[in-house]
Structures are given as C-alpha cells and as structure tokens.
C-alpha cells in the first residue's frame, strides 16, 4: 500500500465524522440555537405545529444539504479541470465556467420569465459550456495564452465580462434584485424542491467524473504520454467538459455563483492522498463537501446576527491562495 492509499484510509474514516459534525452545527446554530435533542426529535417525529421542527425543516435542513452538495460538486468539477488542462491555476470559477451559467440563468429570467426549475438547471449548464468555451476559445488565440497566469486572466476578464452584461440587462428590465441572488449565492433561501431536483442531475456529473478518473489520470501526464498509451484524448476531454457543466450548472441553479471551492480543495486533496485522480476526484468531493459546509458556518458568525455572504467567506481564504499559488508555481506550464 503506497503513500496515496494509506493517506486516503485515513481521510475517508475522518472526513465523514467531520462533515456530521459541521452539518449538526450547521442545523443547530444560528440566531435561535437548537438542541441536538430536538433536532432528532423533527428528524424522526416531525411536528408541524412545532416551530424549531418547522425551523429546522424548510430553513436549516435545505440549507445544510446545499452546502454539502454544491461544495462537492465545484470542487470535483476544479479537480477534472485541473487534470485535464494541466492547469493548477484551473477552476470553475476562474475560467468563466459560473460566470457562463450566471448569465444564462440572467437570460432565462429576462426572456423566459415561466421557465420551470429543470429546464432552468439545462440553461444552466449550458451556461457553463458557453463561459468555459468563450475562455478556452480565446486562450487559444492568444500566444502562449494557455499558460496557467494567462488563462487565468483572461477567465477573469471575460467572466467580469460576462457578469456585466448579465447585470446591465438585468437592471435595465428591473430584475436585479432577483439577480443579485444568483451573483452573490443564495444559501439562506434555498428550498428542498430545489434540492430533490438539482441533486440527481449532479450526482450524474459527479458519477460521470469518477468513471473519468483514470482516464484523467493518464491526461495528466501529457497528450503525447497518453496517446502513447492508447487514450483517445478528445473523448476524455469533451466527457469532462460535459461532467465540468453538469456539476458546475447544477451548482450554480441551486445556490448560485460562489467562487475558488473548485480551485482550493484538489490543492489541498492532492497534497494529502497524492497525484492519483481516482483517489483525487472522489476525495475532493468529500473535502469540497466539507469546506463549503465550514465556510458557510463562518459566514453566519463574521457579523452576527447578521448574515455576510458564503462567497465573501470563500473570496477571504481563495485569494490568498491564488495568490500563493502564483508566486509560488510562477509561470509553470502544468500542475506538478
């Protein structure tokens, strides 16, 4: 049993332990505190008359389950990213992946003010493929615009871009209100409706990802290395372009835009369990799970009782380590 492995023993025996931790914190505290007692107690025997169990039941519980799925999701979808571009600068909400599905989510509340949730997550996720080939499309025209600090600006100058736009529109038709939740992330307000929707079609990016994992893997090493060893590398990466979408769309309809999860958590994964994607992929689901979990916590407490919200947080800790990735990796042209 190599490092990798061992690492990753350990990691999936302490992880779960700590994501029920920060998800029985994440249901029991807030501006009214709640016993664990009473918790169990709605969870097993739901009274509707009871207003912690209905507190619990249509704010906290919906709220708890959304962090942890969309942490997962964007931090699965930065983890394919990375392997397959051989970026360590690559992430969802770097190259203009959210940014793309924000503003067609934009575009369906201006043009298509009826549209129901399911076709609402489809917009979504082809809101991602469209941010991700707008970036991707322009790099390539650019000398050496595929080199991780280049491609990271011009993710970052396109996505403001398109943010933008989608803003202007909606200020001009009076919905930036409405907007503005899906720009600066709505967990507060999310509904298990939602959830029951958003999950399964994720969960299908998420098991997408994880058959992808080797296949990932051998990418990482470099186009000709896997031609060399038989790997059809436009299959691999257009089926990680459509699980990126899957993930990073569904993320988005269900809590909106929240940045740098997807470009944090496979740094830290693959400094804990190695450089192996089949151990990288599923464990950075988990951390991402976690992480998110642990930042919205922080959000509820920087000003209490008032909320900040989960992407301020997330903004605190993702650009000093984008920052500290730069400086340290410098103008390096793949991820070690």
Request: with cysteine.
């Amino acid at each position: 049993m190599n490092f990798s492995y061992r690492h990753f023993i350990l990691f999936s025996t302490i992880m779960p332990v700590l994501i029920i931790v920060v998800t029985l914190m994440s249901i029991s505290m807030g501006t009214k505190s709640i016993a664990l007692e009473t918790i169990i107690d709605a969870i097993i025997r739901y009274d509707k008359e009871n207003v912690d169990h209905q507190i619990i039941w249509t704010g906290r519980v919906p709220r708890a389950l959304a962090v942890l799925f969309v942490g997962a999701f964007l931090a699965t979808a930065g983890a394919i990213m990375q392997g397959v571009t051989r970026n360590f600068l690559a992430s969802p909400s770097i190259m203009g992946v959210t940014d793309g599905s924000a503003f067609f989510i934009t575009l369906a509340f201006v043009f298509l003010p009826g549209i129901s949730s399911f076709n609402l997550v489809l917009l979504s996720m082809l809101g991602s493929l469209f941010g991700g080939a707008l970036v991707f499309g322009f790099a390539s025209i650019i000398k050496n615009g595929l080199s991780p600090v280049r491609l990271a600006i011009i993710g970052t100058v396109i996505g403001t871009f398109i943010s933008s736009i989608g803003t202007a529109i909606a200020m001009y038709r009076q919905i930036s209100q409405t907007i503005t939740m899906w720009y600066n992330s709505k967990v507060h307000m999310v509904e298990m409706e939602l959830i029951y929707l958003c999950v399964p079609i994720g969960m299908i990016g998420l098991i997408l990802a994880i058959s992808l994992a080797r296949a990932v893997t051998i990418t990482a090493l470099g186009e000709d290395v896997a031609v060399g060893l038989g790997q059809n590398t436009r299959i691999v990466k257009l089926l990680s372009m459509l699980a990126v979408a899957i993930l990073t769309g569904t993320a988005v309809a269900l809590v909106g835009k929240i940045a740098f999860v997807g470009l944090i958590v496979p740094h830290i994964v693959r400094m804990l369990v190695g450089v192996d994607y089949r151990v990288i992929i599923p464990c950075s689901a988990v951390m991402g799970a976690f992480f998110l979990s642990g930042c919205d916590l922080i959000s509820r407490y920087i000003n209490f009782p008032f909320e900040t919200p989960i992407g301020v947080v997330t903004a605190l800790i993702g650009v000093p380590f984008f920052l500290y990735l730069i400086r340290r990796k410098g103008g390096e042209k793949y991820a070690a």
